[in-house]
């Protein structure tokens, strides 16, 4: 079993960045699918970024590409998310997950972190 708290959200300008963390308790951190996800209020969770356990592999959400790079540090259990230019619809909870599967899939994910608020505004 895999406990995460994220990290790292917070107020910040259009146009800036932040970056997200995601730590993991256990052994068995890198043999975990690490992803985020986000949810606005009253919309479904969605897929955001993604990343295989040995870190070589990322995919990312369109509407995200190019804006956002996850990486994971699996000595430190760690997963993070460095979000620029950024824009007033990135505002959601961001949430991190762990599963077996290298999907885009919320369904398939077992593991959840608490969410952390990202807001963007001036």
């Known amino acids: 079993q895999v406990q995460l708290v994220e990290s790292g959200g917070g107020l910040v300008q259009p146009g800036g960045s932040l970056r997200l963390s995601c730590t993991g308790s256990g052994r068995t951190f890198s043999t975990y699918v690490m992803a985020w996800f986000r949810q606005a209020p009253g919309k479904e969770r969605e897929f955001v970024a993604r990343?295989?356990?040995?870190?070589?592999?990322?995919y990312y959400a369109d509407s995200v590409k190019g804006r956002v790079t996850i990486s994971r540090d699996n000595a430190k259990n760690t997963v993070s998310m460095q979000m620029n230019s950024l824009k007033p619809e990135d505002t959601v909870v961001y949430y991190c997950?762990?599963?077996?599967?290298?999907?885009?899939?919320?369904?398939?994910?077992?593991?959840w972190g608490q969410g952390t608020q990202v807001t963007v505004s001036s």
């Open positions: 997950a762990a599963g077996s599967l290298f999907t885009a899939n919320r369904s398939k994910y077992n593991y």
């Open positions: 990343i295989a356990g040995s870190g070589v592999n990322t």
